[in-house]
């Protein structure tokens, strides 16, 4: 069994998001679906995997709840919670941050992640994954961070966050 790394060049053309800045984030993302499946092969994947494997689904979470242009609107339960998720994302550091539904108790939770494989809380579902390590700006934004979470936001396709609540 092996992943195979998706296809996403529909982004480019996303204002706010360079193609040179998107086809090197495809290339990184590239590199976390092929060390997967080497460490696969190799039959013992370790202490790397959940650092390899991780790195891949967040950003295809990522990638997959952004759309040239943008669409829809934040559901009514999720709107009010995205002034917090926008300063989450300006902490100082580099990381992730993530809208997670918590499905047992119902309640919706913005958190910070430092690396792929550490604080991701358990049980509960990403709704919005946005990238804020410096490979997701630096190219377009340098150290300018608030104008790139800007850029992100109108990119948003809710009708995907949508979907995953």
């Known amino acids: 069994m092996s992943f195979e790394a998706k296809n996403f060049d529909g982004l480019i053309g996303t204002s706010g998001f360079s193609e040179i800045m998107l086809k090197n984030h495809f290339t990184l993302y590239q590199g976390y679906v092929k060390n997967v499946n080497t460490l696969l092969e190799q039959g013992d994947p370790g202490r790397r995997f959940g ?13 997959e709840n952004m759309r040239n242009g943008g669409a829809g609107s934040p559901p009514d339960q ?4 995205m002034d917090a998720f926008k300063t989450i994302g ?3 550091g580099i990381g992730w941050v993530v809208l997670y539904l918590d499905r ?3 309640k919706l939770l913005n958190v ?10 358990a049980g509960c579902t990403p ?6 390590f410096e490979h997701a700006y630096m190219t377009d934004y340098g ?10 936001m ?6 995907v966050v949508s979907s995953r609540l």
């Open 104 to 106: 047992q108790s119902g």
């Open 154 to 159: 109108n990119a948003i396709d809710w009708n």
């Open 78 to 81: 999720i709107a009010p919670l």
């Open 90 to 92: 300006m902490m100082r």
């Open 51 to 63: 650092w390899e494997f991780n790195g891949m689904r967040l950003h295809e979470l990522y990638f």
């Open 127 to 132: 709704l919005l994954v946005m990238d804020v």
């Open 112 to 121: 910070w992640i430092n690396e792929h494989d550490v604080g991701h809380l």
């Open 143 to 152: 150290i300018k961070r608030a104008d790139y979470i800007s850029a992100f």
